[in-house]
């Protein structure tokens, strides 16, 4: 299937998934501002997990901006809870398990090799279009403080 990446200036794909309490996500319901669509691979692997406790760590200051996380994976629904659970995450986390990978694909972030979604980061402005993003080949961690920085050049405070 061929998928293409978000241009920067357009409107991204709208999504529909499930997040980590299994309740009804759709992207869209967050226009009006700001949003960090952060992909990644596997919940328990040592750089996501790491990304994810970085996210946790500096929320606070994505919220002071009025951005909005919302983390994707390719994990059910039940992973994504018990992840959520032992790193209190505190952000929405939405399972792109099935159909597996659909929402990756729409974002041109779906390895169909690995059969996970790879390192790309979204930055969405309120009206729905992608104003920043950033790809990291796996296994590289992404720098969550240059995310953020590209929320306060686009949206500040």
């Given at each position: 299937?061929h998928?293409?990446?978000?241009?920067?200036?357009?409107?991204?794909?709208?999504?529909?998934?499930?997040?980590?309490?299994?309740?009804?996500?759709?992207?869209?319901?967050?226009?009006?501002?700001?949003?960090?669509?952060?992909?990644?691979?596997?919940?328990?692997?040592?750089?996501?997990?790491?990304?994810?406790?970085?996210?946790?760590?500096?929320?606070?200051?994505?919220?002071?901006?009025?951005?909005?996380?919302?983390?994707?994976?390719?994990?059910?629904?039940?992973?994504?809870?018990?992840?959520?659970?032992?790193?209190?995450?505190?952000?929405?986390?939405?399972?792109?398990?099935?159909?597996?990978?659909?929402?990756?694909?729409?974002?041109?972030?779906?390895?169909?090799?690995?059969?996970?979604?790879?390192?790309?980061?979204?930055?969405?402005?309120?009206?729905?279009?992608?104003?920043?993003?950033?790809?990291?080949?796996?296994?590289a961690?992404?720098?969550?403080?240059?995310?953020?920085?590209a929320?306060?050049?686009?949206?500040?405070?």
């Open positions: 299937m998928q293409q990446v978000p241009v920067v200036g357009r409107t991204v794909p709208d999504f529909h998934g499930h997040d980590q309490h299994g309740r009804d996500f759709d992207l869209s319901d967050w226009r009006g501002s700001p949003v960090l669509v952060f992909f990644y691979a596997f919940s328990f692997s040592s750089v996501c997990r790491d990304e994810l406790e970085h996210l946790r760590d500096m929320a606070y200051l994505f919220d002071a901006a009025d951005c909005r996380i919302v983390a994707v994976a390719t994990d059910t629904t039940f992973v994504l809870r018990e992840v959520d659970r032992r790193l209190n995450l505190g952000f929405t986390l939405v399972s792109d398990h099935w159909p597996h990978g659909a929402i990756g694909r729409a974002y041109g972030a779906f390895d169909d090799k690995l059969g996970c979604d790879r390192r790309h980061s979204y930055l969405i402005g309120p009206d729905g279009a992608l104003v920043w993003s950033k790809v990291v080949d796996l296994p961690t992404r720098d969550i403080g240059e995310h953020l920085g929320v306060h050049v686009h949206f500040p405070v």
